[in-house]
């Protein structure tokens, strides 16, 4: 009797494990839901990284039709953005602020022997008025604000180009991951 028992819990065991996936595709199960998971969430990020990028581009063109472009194709590689203010010769200025047209925010400062000297300004600091020199004057702080307006929107929108690629790398990613498990 013990041995008829013994014999059917054994086949019954036998016969709920058959219906039970095996632990190898439990975990193939596991890991596609998160595959699927990660696709989703790069899906939304990609979203909202271009809706960043554009918006930022709006906010910049809004902005460079208070600056004037200058370069010099003779001399300069590089351009820069300056305010009106500062269009031309600089001669009558000891300080003026510029923004690349990189994104590189430059404070010029010329000293009474007409020796140039760069600051450049950490775009990425939490407070930027603190890497300011002394002594400037309230015009001169209200320039250096709107450049500074400028180039963190350049720099905010390079940042929102780069998250773009990054994302439409990752959903490209999940997605041949999806075609070549489900053939």
Do not use: H
């Not at 890991?31 to 790069?42: F, T």
């Not at 910049?60 to 200058?70: A, C, D, N, R």
């Not at 600089?90 to 010329?110: C, D």
């Amino acid at each position: 009797m013990k041995r008829t028992i013994y014999v059917i819990i054994l086949l019954l065991g036998l016969y709920g494990c058959e219906s039970r996936p095996s632990m190898a595709e439990q975990r193939k199960a596991e890991i596609r839901r998160n595959d699927s998971l990660e696709l989703a969430q790069a899906k939304t990020d990609l979203v909202e990284a271009d809706s960043v990028a554009t918006f930022k581009m709006y906010e910049l063109e809004e902005l460079k039709k208070q600056f004037v472009f200058e370069k010099q194709e003779k001399y300069q590689t590089t351009g820069y953005w300056v305010l009106p203010a500062y269009k031309g010769s600089k001669e009558r200025f000891t300080f003026f602020p510029e923004v690349e047209e990189g994104g590189k925010m430059l404070l010029v400062l010329i000293d009474k022997k007409r020796r140039y000297s760069f600051q450049e300004i950490d775009l990425g600091a939490d407070d930027y008025t603190t890497q300011l020199p002394k002594g400037l004057s309230e015009v001169q702080k209200k320039d250096v604000a709107k450049c500074y307006a400028l180039a963190k929107t350049m720099y905010d929108l390079d940042d929102a180009r780069k998250q773009k690629e990054k994302m439409e790398l990752k959903v490209r990613f999940y997605e041949e991951k999806k075609k070549k498990t489900n053939l």
